[in-house]
C-alpha cells in the first residue's frame, strides 16, 4: 500500500512522497531483522524504516523505528522479537535523495 500520511518517530522529516506499507503476519515466533537496501544506488538516498501492530497508540504509534545503520551506512534495520501469528505493518519512508522512483529492497530474515 503507497501512502503519504504517516510521520515516522525517527531520522529526519521524510521526503513529501509515498512511503510504502507492508504487511507482516510472523510464521513462528523468533526474532526477526527487517532491513533496507537501495541496490545499485550510489547517492545520498536514505530511508527510514519503522513497525507497527496497528495499535494506533498515541504515546507509542510505533514498536520500533530506524533511520540509519550506523553515520557511514544510511540503510535502516529492525530487529524484533515476535510471536507467531502477530501481524505488523512495516514501513519503508525516505529522506534526503529519495524520490517516489527509488527501488528498494526490504529484507525480512528470521534470526
Known sequence: MVVNQIEPSCGDEPEPVP????????????????RTSLPGIITDADTILYASDGACNDDEPYLSCNADRSEIDSSSELILDLAEGSVLFI?????TGADAGATYVLDVRRQ
Open 19 to 34: 512511503e510504502m506499507v507492508h504487511r507482516f503476519e510472523v510464521p513462528v515466533s523468533a526474532r526477526y531483522r527487517f
Open 91 to 95: 514501513v519503508v519512508d525516505g529522506t
